[in-house]
T-cell receptor
Framework: QKEVEQNSGPLSVPEGAIASLNCTYS??????FFWYRQYSGKSPELIMF????GDKEDGRFTAQLNKASQYVSLLIRDSQPSDSATYLC?????????FGTGTSLTVIP | DVKVTQSSRYLVKRTGEKVFLECVQD?????MFWYRQDPGLGLRLIYF???????EKGDIPEGYSVSREKKERFSLILESASTNQTSMYLC????????????FGPGTRLTVT
């Protein structure tokens, strides 16, 4: 059984702070990793993907991957109230994607 | 921009009815997926298709079937709807190779009474 574990939260951070979201996965054969953001009542939208060990930065977002520890994280710098959402971690093996249950983030103005 | 559309945003059906959920993508993607999303359980894969007329069962195929007669269209069928199939249904598509992500449709909130 391929599994993705996320802390369901809720996670609350003040506006302007760094939000840190974490995810572990069970399948060492996983090929790429994704972070999706999902607003209430909406479908998931991609924030970032990463497939090499290390950090990948895109604007205020940084994804970090450590394949040896089977761990992937997402840092959101200068958090804004509009970042309040559920964040889904996912990994891909072959043609299939496996999703975590999501971490709920609230950014307090 | 990739566009994935689903036939209905909200649907209410009665127990025992046959239900069709349609998904259409406009980017010539090979792979298409059907998920359901329930609180605390996350996204669970029902079926996916990697080519026309090809399908693979996901984690929870029981009570569902699918059809993919054309590349752009992937249909989910509930043969005899039950109350435990009340859920948000999400369709997604992606190219057949590479690290590309899945693109999601807006979702269909199905209520079975």
């Amino acid at each position: 059984q391929k599994e993705v574990e996320q802390n369901s939260g809720p996670l609350s951070v003040p506006e302007g702070a760094i939000a840190s979201l974490n995810c572990t996965y069970s399948d060492r054969g996983s090929q790429s990793f994704f972070w999706y953001r999902q607003y209430s009542g909406k479908s998931p939208e991609l924030i970032m993907f990463i497939y090499s060990n290390g950090d990948k930065e895109d604007g205020r977002f940084t994804a970090q991957l450590n394949k040896a520890s089977q761990y992937v994280s997402l840092l959101i710098r200068d958090s804004q109230p509009s970042d309040s959402a559920t964040y889904l971690c996912a990994f891909r093996t072959g043609n299939q994607f496996y999703f975590g249950t999501g971490t709920s983030l609230t950014v307090i103005p | 921009d990739v566009k994935v559309t689903q036939s209905s945003r909200y649907l209410v059906k009665r127990t025992g009815e046959k239900v069709f959920l349609e998904c259409v993508q406009d980017m010539d993607h090979e792979n298409m997926f059907w998920y359901r999303q329930d609180p605390g359980l996350g996204l669970r894969l029902i079926y996916f298709s990697y080519d026309v007329k090809m399908k693979e069962k996901g984690d929870i195929p029981e009570g569902y079937s699918v059809s993919r007669e054309k590349k752009e269209r992937f249909s989910l069928i509930l043969e005899s709807a039950s109350t435990n199939q009340t859920s948000m249904y999400l369709c997604a598509s992606r190219p057949g190779t590479g690290v590309y992500e899945q693109y999601f449709g807006p979702g269909t909130r199905l209520t079975v009474t």
